[in-house]
């Protein structure tokens, strides 16, 4: 028999942690999510697949929607401090995994993702919810097992990416397996991301085989489309028109299709301004980079529904290509000033798609529009804070919007005369075989 004791005692697992223990575990949690999402979204343009883009969009915005939830939940258990200082005793294993983004090619990204990091969080996660108290912690128990949920569908996607990858390009193989082996081998060093205390390390990391990150002149497009740089014929003719009708409906999925830049933008800024704007920024700007995705994919989905090919549906790199070379505020200039230029135009299109008794139309460009508001906004604040952060009249935000235009159009200028009746016979192409398709029933 035990000793006696004055006072009720019962061992419980649920009182393994306490409220301080807990809360340093889900800062770690936070910074393994953020750090990741900020990888993926530097990667976007570099990937060529237009499913793996849209499926990573996706991703970054749930880990930023775990990150954001494991935040205030961090600020609840430490109440009434609302600071989240830097990683501390976890610094050198955000380093590793900082570290993805400097991958050397894209097939050794997505397998170090696939088989380090993504399985490691999915772990821990696993873990914690199995010894933490679902009593006292239920409110994490609510959002980490839809995070969890989400891990074991992340790697596994990033698993099979990786795999396509490699099997596109053998000769990528050997790289990227030591890349990833040895992330493995430095994140095992410190323990894993685990649920334990983090051991103190004196040395950085190794991390033999890094590439430094840089942002792509030119974005990765996917070989299955009509790849160019300028996707339409109006882009570079204005008498070209905009049309009605079947042009109409077609001119508008194509518009959403190549919205594939916008998602590249979006995720080149996200990662870009990461560390110099606050929290919220990465938090909108992975929602806006996931809106994107979806934006695109609406327009696939519909060339598709419409039995039109891959082959035939010009893909286009110039709004993308136009900012390259210049500063970062350019890229989310570029978003500014497309979305404010257009969203006018929608609600009237949404209308015209209803005449037409085209409600798949009409729907995407509803809930277009309903983003696209929520973007505008994005836009102004954060180029405004960018500013005001630079020592620079928050007011001029107006200007990078209007330079964002010249770059357009200084950029089209370079088409050749090749490329604007190549552009020509591809669209004519693809119109008439929407119409062959719609006659045929
Ligand atoms: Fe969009
Ligand atoms: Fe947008």
Not at 161 to 167: F, K, L, Q, S, Y
Request: proline content about 5%; charged content about 25%.
């Amino acid at each position: 028999m035990s000793e006696a004791s004055n006072y009720l005692l019962s061992h419980q697992a649920r009182a393994r942690w306490m409220r301080f223990d807990t809360a340093q575990l889900l800062k770690r949690f936070f910074f393994c999510e953020r750090s990741l999402l900020v990888s993926q979204a530097a990667w976007i343009p570099l990937i060529a697949p237009l499913d793996v883009k849209i499926g990573m969009a996706r991703m970054i915005w749930q880990s930023a929607e775990t990150a954001h939830a494991l935040r205030e939940r961090v600020f609840e258990l430490r109440f009434p401090s609302r600071i989240l200082e830097e990683e501390g005793s976890d610094h050198a294993l955000i380093t590793v995994l900082d570290a993805v983004k400097d991958s050397p090619n894209a097939a050794a990204f997505l397998l170090a993702m696939a088989q380090v990091f993504l399985p490691a969080l999915r772990d821990s996660y696993r873990d914690y919810l199995e010894a933490s108290d679902p009593i006292a912690d239920g409110p994490t128990h609510r959002f980490l097992s839809l995070a969890l949920a989400e891990k074991q569908e992340q790697a596994a996607a990033f698993a099979k990416w990786a795999e396509d990858a490699i099997g596109n390009d053998p000769s990528l193989r050997a790289e990227s397996v030591a890349w990833a082996r040895m992330l493995a081998g430095e994140i095992s060093a410190l323990g894993g991301i685990g649920i334990s205390e983090s051991c103190l390390v004196e040395k950085e990391p190794q991390l033999l085989g890094r590439k430094p990150y840089a942002v792509p002149d030119r974005p990765a497009r996917d070989p299955q489309f009509a790849r160019c740089r300028f996707y339409w014929p109006d882009v570079l003719d204005p008498s070209f028109s905009y049309g009605e009708g079947m042009q109409l409906q077609l001119r508008s999925a194509i518009s959403h299709l190549n919205e594939v830049w916008a998602i590249e933008a979006a995720g080149v800024i996200l990662s870009a301004f990461a560390d110099t704007l606050p929290w919220e920024w990465i938090h909108n700007a992975a929602r806006w980079t996931y809106d994107e995705s979806r934006h695109c994919q609406m327009g696939f989905e519909r060339l598709m529904s419409w039995n039109l090919d891959p082959r035939e549906i010009p893909l286009g790199t110039y709004i993308y290509d136009s900012a390259s070379g210049q500063d970062p505020i350019y890229r989310l200039g570029m978003l500014y000033f497309f979305e404010t230029k257009n969203i006018r135009h929608k609600p009237e299109r949404a209308q015209l798609f209803h005449s037409y008794g085209d409600m798949l139309s009409k729907h995407d460009m509803d809930f277009d529009w309903a983003d696209e508001t929520i973007h505008a906004g994005y836009g102004k604040h954060w180029l405004k804070e960018i500013l005001r952060l630079r020592g620079q009249n928050a007011s001029a935000y107006e200007v990078v919007r209007e330079k964002c235009g010249e770059l357009v159009s200084d950029y089209v200028r370079t088409a050749t005369p090749k490329e604007i009746s190549e552009i020509k016979r591809i669209a004519a192409a693809l119109t008439e075989k929407a119409r062959r398709n719609n006659l045929a029933g």
